[in-house]
């Protein structure tokens, strides 16, 4: 069957792909900007891909009229603080766009949404089922509450509080039950749903077995580390601070904290579980799919992160419009130095960042990180996704690659730390030298200002990063 993969650059999306190709299906990825879709060569030739942005109806002309089934793992949660009249479009004309072709089947992935009073976010993924229900094909939306897996939002989250803080002053929401999927049991559901027609035309709740508090699963989770930790819940933490809380504590951005702190304090408990007999699923518990996470990390096999996700940014942009680096106005930092073997040194480039650091005065970095956490940037916490492999559109700390080609020696990074300005640094390696140039494109006064500000420490980091990645 020919089934359209919206999101297919997303978190869910990534993890879904193969799992339809293996069962035979012919897959048309949607991706935004083709230039960050980095789809694994195993399926490569066995997927087509489609450049279209559901905000914009005049692209969604490219969505071939003879398709099946569809997918839709869409959202605009952190990307704006109008994510709800975002959402609500791209779902009108993803709706439109799919009553024109011969699609009979559509699967959403959504969230729980079986209390009263409802989140922003909740309520507008609510809003988005109403929509797509009117389309001409038969709907089924499953309804995930927190999603466990390598990479996902809610373990890195956990995984950030836990891991980091041996004493939790926490907000009171942590009382709030929820019931935790592990992922490889989403992306079963999923997989499974497409063209059923026992689901068509219906909605259902998907959780794994266990009904927890906030509190339980980060006490399960430092259990699973082994790890002694005492959480001290108090009622007087409002929801900005709370937003502050795990913004500061965690990699998550400041759009998203405030989007999962309003959303915690709301139950997202399964109604039943019909859904499970009738796909003959049997959800894992929150402990197995935790040390399932931690299987695929110790592996470095992680398929996906959110971090990938542009939204973790909070910078709404297409890699197309910032891979050409410009000249005309801009600061340039150029050094090159010659290496002694050439694979050890592309080696060390596509090891950069995360763990592994940026190769000398890291305490610099980190301290630069702090900072533009403090501001209101992304740190240098996000990481990396793998510890070896570098594709277009991920992260690197605060840093978004735009081109990675491992073969020919050159990767470009763009800055999404918070500047006054913008910036980009580039490696590249011609003949036997290594170049390695930073770029700068001042924002007026302040620009200016701030390039001669860290202009003195340019001569021993970026020497030192240069030395350190060239040495024998």
Same mark, same amino acid.
């Given at each position: 069957? $020919?089934?359209?993969?919206?999101?297919?650059?997303?978190?869910?999306?990534?993890?879904?792909?193969?799992?339809?190709?293996?069962?035979?299906?012919?897959?048309?990825?949607?991706?935004?900007?083709?230039?960050?879709?980095?789809?694994?060569?195993?399926?490569?030739?066995?997927?087509?891909?489609?450049?279209?942005?559901?905000?914009?109806?005049?692209?969604?002309?490219?969505?071939?009229?003879?398709?099946?089934?569809?997918?839709?793992?869409?959202?605009?949660?952190?990307?704006?603080?109008?994510?709800?009249?975002?959402? =609500?479009?791209?779902?009108?004309?993803?709706?439109?766009?799919?009553?024109?072709?011969?699609?009979?089947?559509?699967?959403?992935?959504?969230?729980?949404?079986?209390?009263?009073?409802?989140?922003?976010?909740?309520?507008?993924?609510?809003?988005? =089922?109403?929509?797509?229900?009117?389309?001409?094909?038969?709907?089924?939306?499953?309804?995930?509450?927190?999603?466990?897996?390598?990479?996902?939002?809610?373990?890195?989250?956990?995984?950030?509080?836990?891991?980091?803080?041996?004493?939790?002053?926490?907000?009171?929401?942590?009382?709030?039950?929820?019931?935790?999927?592990?992922?490889?049991?989403?992306?079963?559901?999923?997989?499974?749903?497409?063209?059923?027609?026992?689901?068509?035309?219906?909605?259902?709740?998907?959780?794994?077995?266990?009904?927890?508090?906030?509190?339980?699963?980060?006490?399960?989770?430092?259990?699973?580390?082994?790890?002694?930790?005492?959480?001290?819940?108090?009622?007087?933490?409002?929801?900005?601070?709370?937003?502050?809380?795990?913004?500061?504590?965690?990699?998550?951005?400041?759009?998203?904290?405030?989007?999962?702190?309003?959303?915690?304090?709301?139950?997202?408990?399964?109604?039943?579980?019909?859904?499970?007999?009738?796909?003959?699923?049997?959800?894992?518990?929150?402990?197995?799919?935790?040390?399932?996470?931690?299987?695929?990390?110790?592996?470095?096999?992680?398929?996906?992160?959110?971090?990938?996700?542009?939204?973790?940014?909070?910078?709404?942009?297409?890699?197309?419009?910032?891979? =050409?680096?410009?000249?005309?106005?801009?600061?340039?930092?150029?050094?090159?130095?010659?290496?002694?073997?050439?694979?050890?040194?592309?080696?060390?480039?596509?090891?950069?960042?995360?763990?592994?650091?940026?190769?000398?005065?890291?305490?610099?970095?980190?301290?630069?990180?702090?900072?533009?956490?403090?501001?209101?940037?992304?740190?240098?916490?996000?990481?990396?996704?793998?510890?070896?492999?570098?594709?277009?559109?991920?992260?690197?700390?605060?840093?978004?690659?735009?081109?990675?080609?491992?073969?020919?020696?050159?990767?470009?990074?763009?800055? =999404?730390? $918070?500047?006054?300005?913008?910036?980009?640094?580039?490696?590249?390696?011609?003949?036997?030298?290594?170049?390695?140039?930073?770029?700068?494109?001042?924002?007026?006064?302040?620009?200016?200002?701030?390039?001669?500000?860290?202009?003195?420490?340019?001569?021993?980091?970026?020497?030192?990063?240069?030395?350190?990645?060239?040495?024998?």
């Amino acid at each position: 069957m $020919k089934i359209l993969l919206t999101g297919s650059t997303g978190y869910i999306g990534k993890r879904l792909l193969p799992v339809l190709v293996e069962a035979g299906h012919e897959v048309v990825c949607c991706a935004r900007d083709v230039k960050r879709f980095n789809p694994p060569d195993s399926v490569k030739d066995k997927i087509s891909v489609i450049e279209v942005d559901l905000l914009d109806p005049a692209s969604l002309y490219k969505i071939p009229k003879d398709i099946d089934g569809a997918y839709y793992l869409v959202h605009s949660m952190s990307a704006s603080r109008d994510y709800q009249s975002l959402e =609500e479009t791209s779902a009108i004309n993803f709706r439109e766009a799919l009553s024109n072709t011969s699609a009979k089947h559509v699967v959403y992935l959504s969230g729980i949404v079986n209390e009263d009073a409802l989140s922003k976010h909740l309520s507008s993924r609510k809003n988005v =089922e109403v929509e797509l229900k009117k389309g001409t094909y038969h709907l089924t939306t499953l309804r995930a509450g927190i999603i466990i897996g390598s990479g996902s939002a809610s373990f890195e989250i956990i995984r950030d509080l836990v891991e980091k803080l041996p004493i939790m002053i926490t907000p009171k929401w942590l009382n709030t039950c929820c019931q935790p999927i592990g992922i490889v049991n989403v992306i079963e559901f999923l997989s499974k749903a497409i063209f059923n027609e026992k689901v068509f035309d219906q909605n259902f709740d998907i959780g794994g077995p266990d009904v927890l508090t906030y509190k339980e699963m980060l006490l399960g989770f430092a259990q699973s580390r082994n790890l002694k930790r005492k959480i001290i819940v108090v009622p007087v933490m409002t929801p900005r601070l709370s937003s502050y809380w795990l913004y500061f504590v965690t990699t998550t951005s400041y759009k998203l904290a405030v989007s999962l702190v309003h959303s915690m304090k709301v139950e997202v408990v399964c109604r039943d579980n019909s859904i499970n007999s009738i796909l003959d699923i049997k959800p894992m518990g929150y402990m197995e799919s935790l040390n399932r996470a931690f299987a695929k990390i110790e592996n470095n096999s992680i398929l996906s992160s959110w971090k990938d996700s542009y939204a973790s940014s909070g910078i709404d942009f297409d890699i197309s419009e910032f891979i =050409e680096v410009p000249t005309f106005g801009c600061f340039v930092d150029k050094r090159k130095l010659e290496f002694a073997d050439k694979q050890e040194t592309i080696n060390r480039i596509w090891s950069i960042g995360g763990e592994t650091g940026w190769y000398y005065s890291n305490w610099l970095w980190k301290l630069r990180g702090l900072l533009d956490k403090l501001w209101g940037g992304v740190g240098l916490r996000r990481g990396r996704t793998s510890l070896t492999s570098i594709n277009a559109g991920d992260t690197l700390d605060f840093w978004r690659v735009l081109y990675a080609d491992r073969d020919k020696g050159r990767l470009l990074l763009f800055a =999404e730390m $918070k500047l006054p300005g913008e910036a980009w640094l580039e490696f590249k390696i011609v003949d036997n030298q290594l170049y390695q140039t930073a770029t700068f494109r001042p924002l007026g006064v302040l620009g200016r200002l701030y390039w001669f500000s860290v202009l003195p420490f340019h001569g021993f980091i970026f020497n030192g990063m240069l030395r350190a990645l060239a040495r024998p």
